[in-house]
């Protein structure tokens, strides 16, 4: 619970919020954000949104970017950040897609690609993450990743300006 108490002391000191749509993960990550004692201060929501159809209903993707550039793309996890983000109306919208196997890969998203999208009001970032381990251990693994990475934007690189 280290990191992601850290991450939520940094919101709460700053008045930010956060919300988070997951694909692959889950709902892990919105798991671990939850298990920290008064969350609720910075965390407002979270959906799972696993099918393409709930990325273009509630977060905004649009179907032709999904079937132009696949589900588990940069340009979706982009799209999803940014769309949970504007759906909550959070300073922070953090995203995950990406094939958990132990089928469904192919050679443009193998089994264990992930990519990670964080929104804030003046950029979106994207991370590709390539994990190995069972369906459970991608999963984990992208979720502990996600979080790292919102770390380093948030903290270590202090880029960011809400």
């Known amino acids: 619970m280290k990191l992601e108490k850290t991450i939520g002391d940094h919101l709460r000191e700053r ?6 749509a997951e694909s692959c993960t889950g709902g892990l990550i919105c798991d671990l954000i939850t298990n920290v004692p008064g969350s609720s ?11 393409n159809e709930s990325k273009a209903r509630h977060l905004g993707v649009p179907l032709g970017d999904i079937k ?24 922070f919208g953090l995203s995950t897609t990406g094939v958990a196997g132990p089928t469904g890969g192919t050679k443009r998203a193998p089994i264990g690609r992930v990519f990670i999208g964080l929104a804030s009001g003046r950029r979106t970032w994207v991370r590709r993450e390539d994990f190995k381990g069972s369906r459970r251990e991608i999963k984990k693994k992208a979720s502990e990743k996600a979080l790292q990475f919102f770390y380093e934007i948030l903290v270590e690189k202090g880029r960011l300006k809400t």
Not at 15 to 20: A, C, D, Q, V
Not at 41 to 51: A, I, L, T
Not at 71 to 89: D, E, L, T
């Open 15 to 20: 008045g930010w919020t956060l919300s988070i």
């Open 68 to 91: 132009k550039y696949g589900a588990v793309s940069s340009q979706v996890a982009k799209k999803m950040a940014q769309g949970i983000r504007k759906a909550f109306g959070t300073n």
């Open 41 to 51: 201060d910075y965390f407002m929501g979270g959906m799972v949104n696993y099918s």
